[in-house]
T-cell receptor, first 110, second 117 residues
Framework: SQQGEEDPQALSIQEGENATMNCSYK?????LQWYRQNSGRGLVHLIL?????REKHSGRLRVTLDTSKKSSSLLITASRAADTASYFC??????????FGKGTMLLVSP | GAGVSQSPRYKVAKRGQDVALRCDPI?????LFWYQQALGQGPEFLTY????????KSGLPSDRFFAERPEGSVSTLKIQRTQQEDSAVYLC???????????????FGPGTRLTVT
């Protein structure tokens, strides 16, 4: 079963705009990760945030984590057409096995 | 270096047939995972190996599903007597270690798309 839910389910923006995706989960976690999946391809790891961290940056990506609300957000700044993909959050309860959400489909139009 | 590879990339099976899906993890990666991804959904965990030991198979949906990793590298996921509900993309992932922090980043293969007709 899925651990959590991403919202929105789909997001359509113009190049240069920022994209924000949210993830909620149900149980306590050790880490939360974000992955990207291009159409018909495997998942690519983007960023990991540990349960004792509140915010993390990597290039154009900014992730926040609120363990009291069991939620996380992924912000992609200055989006590009190449950012078009599905984005998944995945939680790790300390065992290494990941539990994924249903994903947000992001479409960035030129 | 080479990433995780999976074969075949596409497989069409008639209902009732057996299929075998192969995963070649990144060399030296101790942990190996199989996930099933239905259309429009996120991946769902099937099973986990640490070297050749299958430590968790709680996600396997039925006893028709069987996975092995006999020498601690290549893994095979076998599905017997395939059913239409088995149609999905099967993803394999590997991870360098088992202890934090190296355990956490998983590297995924491109997946095998299985269609059962």
């Amino acid at each position: 079963s899925q651990q959590g839910e991403e919202d929105p389910q789909a997001l359509s923006i113009q190049e240069g705009e920022n994209a924000t995706m949210n993830c909620s989960y149900k149980t306590s976690i050790n880490n939360l990760q974000w992955y990207r999946q291009n159409s018909g391809r495997g998942l690519v790891h983007l960023i990991l945030i540990r349960s004792n961290e509140r915010e993390k940056h990597s290039g154009r990506l900014r992730v926040t984590l609120d363990t009291s609300k069991k939620s996380s957000s992924l912000l992609i700044t200055a989006s590009r057409a190449a950012d078009t993909a599905s984005y998944f959050c995945a939680t790790d309860a300390g065992y290494s096995t990941l539990t994924f959400g249903k994903g947000t489909m992001l479409l960035v139009s030129p | 270096g080479a990433g995780v590879s999976q074969s075949p990339r596409y497989k069409v099976a008639k209902r009732g047939q057996d299929v075998a899906l192969r995963c070649d993890p990144i060399s030296g990666h101790v942990s190996l995972f199989w996930y099933q991804q239905a259309l429009g959904q996120g991946p769902e965990f099937l099973t986990y190996f640490q070297n050749e030991a299958q430590l968790d198979k709680s996600g396997l949906p039925s006893d028709r599903f069987f996975a092995e990793r006999p020498e601690g590298s290549v893994s095979t996921l076998k599905i017997q007597r395939t059913q239409q509900e088995d149609s999905a993309v099967y993803l394999c992932a590997s991870s360098l270690g088992t202890l934090p922090p190296r355990s956490y980043e998983q590297y995924f293969g491109p997946g095998t798309r299985l269609t059962v007709t």
